[in-house]
């Protein structure tokens, strides 16, 4: 499909489930994120190179968040080219500072050029145990220290199929955003079966759990739940990132293996953009 036709539907969407008003155009104000989870990949010299081939864009926000040892180089890195960029971590923990050997605080976070943070990635959920007590500790401990956390969520292939999902989701956001009522935070869903698999969601199946979502975070936020930026990340890359830009509850990607190469992490921002640039 035209990328063209699926903002024009998107834009559709956007009017039939009730953001144009009595003939009021009321725009959402949702920020259009592309964010890049390296997980434990690339070195120094692969950060160098891939700073230098990607080209980004004014039209969404870019992230990539590396691993911990190449958040500052990356800074300088990103600092140098210019480009518009912005620098996330992938973990950090809840307190300030003191006895916790190998960790990382907001603080030290924000040191070395981060303005995100990934939190409750299934990964730390399943290697370290991370449980949604602990993912709420770090998303306070995050915007504390002025990072905006990026918190994950989603199914297992197990619960999808026992139909647990949505009862999954839920109890994931209500234990995630204890006592947040700021809106400064991005959601990412991630259903586990999609990370590392090639099998992504389909984007309708993806902007009904989006949708399903925001209800679960009007529950808890009310209004301001229209403002937050719901991102989708399983699988996603080139070939199926503009199915995902034209729904109307899918306000991005976080991008793990297609993020590792700039060219076709680039394809994925130059695909968002344009989105942004027809709506
Ligand atoms: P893949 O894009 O490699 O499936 O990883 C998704 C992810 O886990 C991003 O956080």
Redesign the pocket.
């Known amino acids: 499909m035209e990328h063209s036709i699926e903002s024009y539907i998107k834009n559709l969407v956007r009017d039939v489930i009730g953001q144009n008003l009595c003939g009021l155009q009321i725009q959402s104000d949702r920020q259009t994120y592309v ?1 890049a ?1 390296w ?1 434990m990949n690339k070195n120094l010299n692969e950060t160098a190179e891939f700073f230098q081939k990607i080209n980004s864009s004014h039209d969404v926000s870019v992230v990539i968040c590396p691993p911990t040892q190449l958040l500052y180089p990356a800074h300088l890195l990103i600092k140098q080219s210019g480009k518009p960029i912005g620098l996330g971590g992938q973990n950090v923990h809840w307190v300030d500072k003191g006895a916790y050997t190998g960790e990382t605080s907001g603080n030290m976070l924000k040191g070395v050029g981060c303005e995100y943070v ?1 939190i409750g ?3 730390r959920r399943q290697y370290s145990f991370e449980d949604d007590e602990l993912v709420n500790k770090k998303a306070l401990h995050a915007i504390k220290s002025g990072l905006i956390p990026i918190i ?1 969520i989603g199914e297992t292939l197990g619960q999808k199929n026992s139909m647990q999902t949505e009862q999954v989701l839920s109890k994931q956001l209500f234990g995630a955003l204890k006592d947040i009522d700021s809106s400064q935070f991005i959601l ?1 869903y ?1 259903p586990v079966w ?5 099998q ?1 969601a389909t984007a309708e199946l993806a902007q009904e759990t989006h949708a399903y979502i925001r209800s679960v975070l009007k529950q808890i936020l009310g209004q301001k739940a229209e403002s937050i930026s719901i991102l989708y ?5 080139d070939s199926n990132a503009a199915d995902y830009s034209a729904m109307p509850d899918i306000d991005g990607v ?6 590792l190469n700039a060219h076709v992490f680039d394809a994925i921002i130059n695909v968002f953009a344009k989105g942004e640039q027809n709506s």
């Open positions: 964010i989870n997980k990934i990635h299934s990964e994950c990412a991630e999609a990370i590392g698999t090639g992504s990340g399983g699988s996603a890359n976080l991008v793990g293996g297609a993020s």
